[in-house]
DNA sequence: TCAAAAGTGTTATTACTACACCCATGT
DNA sequence: ACATGGGTGTAGTAATAACACTTTTGA
C-alpha cells in the first residue's frame, strides 16, 4: 500500500520488548524462573527473559519464541499481562515492554540444558530478588493477575502433572494465595464438582498409605464455566 | 548513557498506537463512542479513536492524550485493555496497538463541541457499527473486560452524576451484563451494604411518584474491598 | 381515576465455614 | 507399635434466588 501523505509517515516508532514472567511448580512450591542479565545495561543481575520484538513478527509470538528457547517446550499457557509504557522505564533507551506471564509444568528432562543455558534459576514465589527495572512490578502484577485468573481458570491443573494428588493440587492453590486451606473443604468442593477423574492408582513417594491419583476433567470443566463456577476456597 | 554496542542497536523499531474503547451512560442508555475515521486508509468508515504514541510520552499518557482532545475532560477512569500485537492487523502498516477502556458520565454541556469536531456519535451498546481493522475485536474484549471490572469496582457509579437513582443504577448494571436483574434483590444488597448515602430530594423526571437519590459512599467503599466484597446481582 | 414507575418482605435453597478424629501402611 | 500423611462428616451461618402487591402522584 501507498504510504505516502498518511499520517503513518509522520509517525516515530518506538523500540518495543517482550517479557516473560514464568511460574511453575517444583517440591510442592509455587516457583518463579529469573535469569542472570546478559547484556548491558545491568549485565549480571537478575531480571526476567525478555526479547525485542522483530518487525514480521506477532508480539505474542515473540512471547512464545523467548519461551521456547528458554523451555524448549511449546503449547504452553500464557497470557498478556500488560504493556508497560514509561518513557524511562528501561535504564537503557525508551523500550515499551509488553509483558507475559505463564504456567509451564516443570520436567527437570527436557529443562535443564535450556535453563542452565540461560543462567537461569527458579526462585520461591514469596523469595524473589531484587529485579532490574520494573521487573519487579510486572512480577508482582503477576502475582495479582494469577491469583485474579485463578478463580475462574484451573491455574492449579496447568501447574501441575497429567497425573496429581489432591493434597499436591491444594498445596499449589495454598502457594498462589498465600494461605492455609481448608482441606475438608477443598476436597469437598472439588469432588463435588466432578472436576477430577479419580485413577485406580496412588503416589505413594509422600506417604506410606499413598495418595489417590487423579486427572482434570477438561469436559466438566467446560460445562462449569458456561455457570460461572469458580475455583474459589 | 551510551548505546553503542549494545542490543538496542540491532532492534528495529515499531509504530505503536493507542485506541480508546469509551463507554458512558446516555438517556438510561449504556453508550460507545465511535467516530468516522479521518485518515487514510478507510477513511469514512467508523472506527474507535486512536493516535501515535510520540517518542517522549508515556503510553498512558497518548490514551490521556486522545480522550483529553475529544471530551475536554481530565481525570476519567481508564485502564489499559490489551496490546494488539498482530503484524497485518493495520492495512495501512505494522503497527502495535495499545487499547484503552474508559467509562466517562456523558455531560452535554461539556463534551457535545469537541465530540461533534471529531464526527463522533454515542451508540447502543448492543448495536455498534462495523467497525475498521480489529477494533471490532477490541470493542468485545473492552465489555468482556468491563464485565469481570464490574464485579469488584462499583463501575456504575463512575458512570452516573453524582447524585442518582437507584433505578438507574439498576438499568446500568442491567445494561452492562445484558439481563434483567431483579430488582428487590438489588436493592437490598445495596442498601444492606451502606455504599449508598441517602439524599434529602427525589429526582421527578421519570416518575410521577419521584425516586430518592443517593450518592455514592466512597468510605464505605474502600473498606469492602479490603473484604472481597463484589457487585454481582 | 388511572397509568406509570417506586418501593417493600418472606421463604426456600444453596454455598460457605469451622472444626477433630480415624485410616492405611512402611519402618 | 508408632509415626506420617491421607481421608472423612456435620452443623451453624450467610448469601442467593424467586416471587407479587401496595404506594404515590401528575395528568
Redesign the interface.
Same mark, same amino acid.
Given at each position: 500500500?501507498d504510504?505516502k501523505n498518511?499520517?503513518?509517515d509522520q509517525? $516515530?516508532?518506538?523500540?518495543?520488548?517482550v517479557d516473560c514472567i514464568v511460574f511453575g511448580v517444583e517440591d510442592n512450591h509455587l516457583k518463579l524462573l529469573v535469569f542472570k542479565r546478559e547484556?548491558?545495561?545491568l549485565a549480571g543481575e537478575w531480571s526476567l527473559l525478555g526479547s525485542?520484538? $522483530?518487525?514480521?513478527? =506477532?508480539?505474542?509470538t515473540a512471547a512464545k519464541r523467548v519461551l521456547k528457547e528458554l523451555t524448549n517446550m511449546e503449547d504452553i499457557y500464557m497470557e $498478556?499481562l =500488560?504493556?508497560y509504557?514509561?518513557?524511562d522505564r528501561d535504564? *537503557? *533507551?525508551?523500550?515499551?515492554s509488553?509483558a507475559y506471564w505463564s504456567l509451564i509444568r516443570i520436567d527437570h528432562n527436557h529443562e535443564e540444558f535450556h535453563i542452565k543455558n540461560h543462567l537461569a534459576k527458579w526462585v520461591s514465589f514469596d523469595q524473589v530478588p531484587q529485579l532490574v527495572l520494573d521487573h519487579g512490578k510486572m512480577v508482582n502484577d503477576a502475582i495479582g493477575h494469577l491469583r485474579e485468573r485463578a478463580k475462574f481458570y484451573p491455574i492449579g491443573f496447568e501447574l501441575l502433572p497429567e497425573e496429581f494428588t489432591i493434597p499436591q493440587l491444594l498445596k499449589v492453590y495454598e502457594a498462589i494465595y498465600a494461605r492455609n486451606i481448608d482441606d475438608r473443604n477443598f476436597r469437598k468442593k472439588l469432588l463435588k464438582s466432578d472436576l477430577l477423574i479419580q485413577l485406580p492408582k496412588k503416589d505413594k513417594s509422600t506417604s506410606k498409605k499413598g495418595s489417590f491419583l487423579y486427572k482434570f476433567n477438561r469436559k466438566t470443566y467446560e460445562q462449569l464455566m458456561l455457570s460461572g463456577y469458580s475455583f474459589e476456597f
Open positions: 500500500m504510504k498518511t499520517i503513518y509517525a $516515530q516508532p518506538l523500540l518495543v520488548a547484556v548491558e545495561p525485542f520484538v $522483530q518487525p514480521d513478527e =506477532h508480539v505474542f $498478556q =500488560h504493556c509504557g514509561n518513557v535504564s *537503557g *533507551g525508551r523500550v515499551l509488553v
